[in-house]
């Protein structure tokens, strides 16, 4: 059952990738016919094409390979939470606690190298 779920949910995302990533294309495409002819004379064609085409690819890589793991670890701590809150609620409050406190502690590190 989990395959089938995992399967659906790559697809799923694949398509959402695929769709976003052909209304860049259009999109940037549109935008650079309706540039003036300076900007070609200044920029090179294919350095135009490698910027757009490794844009896109990340674009893409990111939709279909990073957001699936972000969406995936968001269910599995609400279901963690629920689980927990189920059993044992007294020990889930505590746990909390020390969670939102390793989070903010360091929220606050990343905040002062920076």
Partial sequence: M???IAFFQYVCFRFVALKVTRRLRRTYFRS???QNIEFFQIQKSHDFNKTISDD???VTASI???LPAIVTAIVQLGAACATAYTL???LSWVVNCLVIGCGLWVMLVMKVRS
């Fill in 64 to 66: 279909s390979d990073t």
């Fill in 32 to 34: 650079a016919l309706h």
């Fill in 88 to 90: 044992t609620w007294r």
């Fill in 56 to 58: 896109i690819q990340k």
């Fill in 2 to 4: 989990m395959y089938l």
